[in-house]
């Protein structure tokens, strides 16, 4: 089997797949890796590392003609260049485009959507968006403290006691849970809030305070992820939003729904009664955004507030978010790869669930019941 590795575009900084990964590859049997020119450039790791431990260098073209399987982050038309023998491995939020499955389905290719990975335990090591989300966390957190016009922690000087800052986290996922851990290192009085019970034993354990709301819809079927709530809730919740924001120096938003628009948790009215120089770290801005003024990949100011939306944070932490999103991969590939060969177990609850299409027809679940396929 010959492995390809593609170059990311638009300004994305990561790679798929790092040097220190390929010797596991090497032992799934893969006889040759290709890596396209400058790969990992932006991640701060050369050709010759590459080439150090094995891979070759290669083009586009000979990539995208001579691999059995080619392996990018974020899709960009390849599979249009493939044939139905090839394997394209990617991030490519299916649920997001029903139209991108559907030319898939006509197309008939064979693909693995790594944002489709099960929420289970066996599947951990495999989690893309768990390790891109820890890197989204941590890094909200600082771009928040450099925008915020005061200090993070509490400090008692001669010229007096500065007050410790005020943040609040919206959603205790993955990414709301490392900005809590972050924004406390940093000495900020931390408050989280999540329609999840089962988060506010994680929420309270990382020394931040519960934004308790009562009557929140919980579904156990969800793997992990909010669900849509009543009216009667989303309204109570909307107050208590309002009113902790009203005192919150920074506000870091990561609550969204698969296949749907992120929820508005921080409305226009909202933001009238924030402080001045107050700061919103938006990571759903992709899908909406939980901040009704929220524009996706700017950075703006609105009603004194500013408001950075960027759904992209682990890009900017390139090194450290491709080797995480790379040892998922090389994980993943375990099950995938067998003495060199493609093994197609759909018996295999992973590889049946993170496969987007293959042999005209959606495989994975999910996609399936999301976007309505029978």
Same mark, same amino acid.
């Given at each position: ?216 819809? %919980?579904? +156990?079927?969800?793997? &992990?992820?909010?669900? #849509?709530? =009543? /009216?009667?809730? *989303? ?5 208590? $939003? ?39 770290? %938006?990571? +759903?801005?992709?899908? &909406?955004?939980?901040? #009704?003024? =929220? /524009?996706?990949? *700017? ?5 004194? $507030? ?69």
């Amino acid at each position: 089997m010959i492995v390809g590795i593609l170059k990311e575009t638009g300004g994305e900084n990561r790679v798929a797949v790092t040097p220190d990964t390929l010797t596991a590859l090497q032992k799934y049997g893969v006889q040759k890796i290709l890596v396209e020119s400058g790969a990992g450039e932006n991640a701060h790791i050369s050709d010759a590392d590459y080439e150090a431990k094995g891979a070759e260098i290669s083009t586009v073209a000979a990539i995208l003609k001579d691999a059995n399987m080619v392996i990018k982050i974020h899709p960009n038309g390849e599979t249009d260049k493939l044939t139905k023998e090839q394997v394209f491995i990617a991030q490519m939020n299916p649920l997001g485009s029903k139209e991108m499955v559907d030319g898939l389905i006509k197309s008939g290719h064979t693909t693995f959507s790594m944002d489709l990975i099960p929420r289970t335990t066996r599947a951990q090591a495999m989690d893309v968006l768990s390790s891109m989300a820890t890197a989204a966390g941590y890094k909200a957190v600082l771009s928040a403290a450099v925008h915020l016009p005061t200090f993070f922690p509490m400090f008692m000087t001669a010229a007096g006691t500065i007050k410790p800052a005020k943040v609040l986290i919206l959603g205790a996922g993955v990414a709301g849970l490392q900005a809590i851990a972050t924004a406390r290192r940093l000495g900020a009085v931390v408050e989280a809030f999540d329609v999840r019970a089962a988060a506010k034993e994680e929420v309270l354990s990382l020394g931040a305070k519960f934004v308790e709301v009562e009557g929140a819809k %919980d579904d +156990a079927s969800a793997g &992990g992820y909010a669900v #849509e709530q =009543t /009216e009667e809730y *989303k309204k109570r919740q909307a107050q208590a $939003v309002q009113d902790h924001c009203a005192a919150a120096d920074v506000v870091i938003c990561t609550a969204q729904i698969p296949g749907r628009r992120a929820p508005i948790l921080v409305k226009k009215e909202t933001l009238e009664n924030m402080k001045s120089g107050a700061v919103i770290v %938006d990571l +759903a801005a992709s899908t &909406g955004g939980n901040c #009704e003024l =929220t /524009e996706n990949d *700017k950075t703006v100011v609105k009603h004194g $507030v500013t408001i950075i939306g960027d759904s992209n944070l682990s890009s900017s932490i390139p090194k450290d978010a491709s080797q995480m999103f790379s040892k998922n991969i090389s994980n993943f590939l375990k099950l995938l790869i067998n003495d060199g060969k493609l093994n197609l177990d759909w018996e295999d609850d992973i590889i049946l669930g993170t496969c987007l299409t293959h042999g005209g027809e959606v495989k994975s679940g999910r996609v399936k019941q999301i976007l309505k396929y029978d």
